[in-house]
């Protein structure tokens, strides 16, 4: 089975950098898109970056444009996302996710097949 686990939430100042990594384990990670999409109470699961299987195409959702980097090592199986300037708008769940189909990228929840456990990130003074 595959598993994917999530590291490097906590809690950081507006401004503030956190780098999130997400270890996948079980399956070809060098085969699957890659995402992170976030959750805020009461609130739709949302997409926020995504990362094509070869690193050839990313996508990443207009808030976080210029400040936040996904990235991947299909040697060490692994998927980051640094996150810089962070502002209070930015806490959330963060989980990551792994579309096995996935050539390019996608922004659509279903699309992904394995989801990690979710991280938190509290951005706050």
């Known amino acids: 089975q595959v598993q994917l686990v999530e590291s490097g939430g906590g809690l950081v100042q507006p401004g503030g950098s956190l780098r999130l990594s997400c270890i996948v384990s079980g399956g070809i990670f060098g085969n699957y898109a890659m995402g992170w999409f976030r959750q805020r109470p009461g609130l739709e699961r949302e997409f926020v970056a995504a990362i094509s299987w070869n690193s050839d195409y990313t996508d990443y959702v207009d808030s976080v444009k210029g400040r936040f980097t996904i990235s991947r090592d299909n040697a060490r199986n692994t998927v980051t996302l640094q996150m810089n300037s962070l502002k209070p708008e930015d806490t959330a769940v963060y989980y990551c996710?792994?579309?096995?189909?996935?050539?390019?990228?996608?922004?659509?929840?279903?699309?992904?097949?394995?989801w990690g456990q979710g991280t938190q990130v509290t951005v706050s003074s």
């Open positions: 996710g792994a579309d096995r189909y996935g050539v390019e990228a996608s922004r659509d929840t279903d699309d992904y097949e394995y």
